[in-house]
């Protein structure tokens, strides 16, 4: 019978990221890909927007991030040093997300499948490095938080991710990074 497809989603509070770190608290993939949603959203809109760029529609950059990590309902996290250590276990993982996005899409009603499919296995290339994006911001602000908490073991984690936003070539991760992401590190009474 087909139609899990929703309540293996709701399992994704389940699933807990950095796995390998010391976490001052945790996060899950439930909450991490609403915050990549609602990131992925504002750099499709500051592209838009601000920067007056054409790019892609933004609702359809906050939905596909919905989906960015829900095979990981099936495989788990994979920490991301381990995942992208070598080009055959990258390539190995690749194939395996595949594999757990067939599946995934197995366990809807046929007559949906192919929306979603787009979602899943997101090839899209204007969407795609936009939700790439997102993900490292979303990293980043969970290194912010765990400094803050007083955590060290996140400081080379938040140089690496940083270097990596920093290389990539949007001008609307740029515009964010230097107009929004300071507001990160400040507390409450601050904000």
């Given at each position: ?35 990549v ?15 007056k ?27 991301t ?101 300071p ?9």
């Amino acid at each position: 019978m087909a139609n899990e497809f929703y309540a293996l989603m709701a399992r994704m509070r389940y699933i807990t990221r950095w796995g390998l770190m010391r976490n001052s608290f945790s996060e899950n993939i439930q909450e991490h890909s609403h915050q990549v949603a609602v990131l992925a959203h504002a750099l499709a809109l500051i592209r838009r927007d601000i920067l007056k760029l054409e790019g892609p529609d933004p609702d359809r950059c906050a939905v596909a991030a919905l989906y960015h990590d829900v095979t990981e309902t099936l495989t788990g996290d994979l920490p991301t040093p381990i995942k992208y250590h070598n080009p055959e276990i990258k390539k190995a993982y690749k194939q395996v997300e595949r594999i757990a996005s067939e599946r995934l899409l197995s366990m809807l009603p046929e007559a949906l499948r192919d929306s979603y499919q787009a979602l899943i296995m997101e090839e899209d290339k204007q969407v795609k490095p936009i939700i790439k994006a997102a993900d490292k911001l979303s990293a980043y602000i969970k290194c912010i938080e765990e400094q803050k908490a007083g955590n060290k073991d996140f400081d080379s984690a938040a140089e690496q991710t940083l270097a990596s936003i920093r290389s990539m070539d949007l001008p609307e991760l740029a515009w964010f990074v230097e107009n929004c992401l300071p507001a990160f590190s400040l507390n409450l009474d601050q904000l």
